[in-house]
């Protein structure tokens, strides 16, 4: 098949194009939170089980691993990477008080 030699051809493939790149750019913002909600939720479930498992209701095991997960790695490279401990990040969080314009 040889390619066109018109140039509306050639500017109607550009100008579809270029509404292809600017319709994935606009659905970026919809598409990346829920590909990131399917991961989260497929890392989290084992441990949903798990509570599930030990009695404890799968409501609460929902809003409890991931929320418990959050604050655990939060706390780990707190305390291993940027911070000595708590109250020097705690003290650091109250020294900056980021105001609004």
Do not use: N
Request: with cysteine; aromatic share 8%.
């Amino acid at each position: 098949m040889p390619l066109p030699t018109d140039p509306r051809t050639i500017f109607l493939g550009g100008l579809f194009l270029l509404a292809v790149m600017d319709t994935l750019y606009i659905a970026a913002a919809l598409v990346l939170p829920i590909v990131a909600a399917i991961v989260l939720k497929l890392l989290l479930q084992p441990l949903v089980r798990v509570l599930d498992g030990i009695g404890v209701p799968r409501g609460l095991g929902v809003a409890l691993g991931p929320t418990y997960c959050f604050f655990e790695h939060l706390r780990t490279v707190t305390i291993y990477v940027v911070f000595q401990d708590w109250p020097d990040l705690l003290q650091s969080i109250a020294a900056t008080a980021i105001r609004p314009p």
